[in-house]
Every structure is written in structure tokens, then in C-alpha cells.
């Protein structure tokens, strides 16, 4: 029988014949590709950069110093703890702002992003300190990231808070949320001088307190 002849009677049959030629069945590749990008809601899809600024805080604090054309503020919350914290640009009522009085700040927190140097008072080693004019820039509040040598002026690893003093003379409380980070804080003490990676406190809305 010829191959004419038995191809048209299998066709007749019913039967496919196999193509040879047909191209392969496309790879399924879907879940490769679902697996590749994080869920919605994952921790590795929504987790913040390291010392990025969370939320915004509100809270009262004493005005200690006003540098209006930095923009910056010292002051002082009634637990006593001193800090510096830039005024972003957006902000109004800073002009209104006097040593002495009393306010309420909404404002992202300073936060400590790497520490170095060796405790007990030894020089801490590290690049060179970046200058307000080149530092980079954090949010659209203009929190920027710094690197700093300073001394330190309190330590609570309870609360997971390092108070420092930078070479400039600017009092800084940085909060601490790193775990490691908040071990390294019991090997610290008061005058220790190290070096530190931090973003800075921006305030984004200054409020005079009620009664003042």
C-alpha cells in the first residue's frame, strides 16, 4: 500500500496523523513570573529604606535657640531631652518662633542609620563628613542623611534612643530601631566619641501651644 493511500485511509478513520513539523507547546511560565515579583503586602515589597523617616510626630516641646536662616531649631521636650530639628521650607510660623516659647511640632523624627567608633572616649575613624550643601536628600520634606562626629550625651537603650552633641555644637536625639544597633548602645557612655550615620529631624508644621 502506498503512503498516499494510507495517510487518506486513517484520515478516513478518524485517526490524527502526527505533524512533525507542528511547533513545541508554549512554556508555561506564569508562575515563575508571580514568584519573581512580591505579593502585595509583602514585607520585601513595602519595607521602608534603613533610616527613612516612618511617620509624622506630633509633640510639645521649649524653644532653646532659633537659627532663622538655617531654618533650624534647638529644642528642648519635657523629659528634658535636646534636639535639633530643621524646619522644612513648606512650614509657616517659624518667624513667629521666640527662645522660650512653647510649641508644638509635627515633625519626622531623627534617626540613627549606622554607628561607629570605638567606646570609652578613642577617636572614631570614618569618611568624611558630608556638608549640608552636598548631603542627600530624604523625602520631600528635605530630611537629608548625614555622617558626623560626635560626643555622646545619653544613652537610653531601654527606649532605644542615643542623645548626641555634634563638633558643631548641635544637640541630636536620634532614635534607634535597629536591634543591633540598640545592643551596641549598652557598650556606650556618656562622652563616648563616635561616628555617626543619621537622618535628620524636619519639622513640617510649627503650632504655638494652647494657653501660651
Not at 486513517?10 to 496523523?17: D, I, P, S
Not at 509633640?59 to 532659633?66: K, Q, Y
Not at 537659627?67 to 528642648?76: E, I, P, Q
Request: aromatic share 2%; net charge negative.
Amino acid at each position: 500500500m502506498s503512503r498516499a493511500t494510507m495517510m487518506a485511509a486513517l484520515l478516513g478513520m478518524g485517526l490524527a496523523v502526527p505533524d512533525s513539523t507542528a511547533a513545541p507547546a508554549a512554556a508555561e511560565t506564569s508562575a515563575v513570573i508571580a514568584e519573581e515579583i512580591p505579593a502585595k503586602g509583602d514585607p520585601a515589597a513595602t519595607a521602608p529604606l534603613p533610616g527613612a523617616p516612618e511617620e509624622i510626630m506630633g509633640a510639645p516641646f521649649t524653644v532653646e535657640s532659633v537659627d532663622r536662616a538655617n531654618r533650624s531649631l534647638v529644642v528642648r521636650s519635657p523629659d528634658g531631652l535636646r534636639t535639633t530639628i530643621q524646619v522644612a521650607p513648606a512650614a509657616q510660623g517659624l518667624e513667629s518662633v521666640g527662645r522660650g516659647d512653647r510649641i508644638t511640632l509635627d515633625y519626622y523624627q531623627a534617626s540613627l542609620v549606622s554607628l561607629g567608633g570605638s567606646p570609652r572616649g578613642t577617636a572614631a575613624g570614618g569618611a568624611a563628613t558630608p556638608t549640608r550643601a552636598n548631603a542627600p536628600v530624604l523625602g520631600a520634606a528635605g530630611g537629608r542623611q548625614l555622617t558626623q562626629k560626635a560626643h555622646v550625651t545619653g544613652v537610653d537603650g531601654q527606649n532605644g534612643t542615643l542623645e548626641i552633641t555634634t563638633r558643631d555644637g548641635e544637640p541630636h536625639t536620634l532614635v534607634v530601631r535597629d536591634p543591633a544597633a540598640r545592643m551596641r548602645l549598652q557598650s556606650l557612655a556618656e562622652g563616648d566619641e563616635v561616628t555617626v550615620t543619621y537622618t535628620e529631624a524636619v519639622a513640617v508644621g510649627v503650632h504655638p501651644r494652647e494657653g501660651t
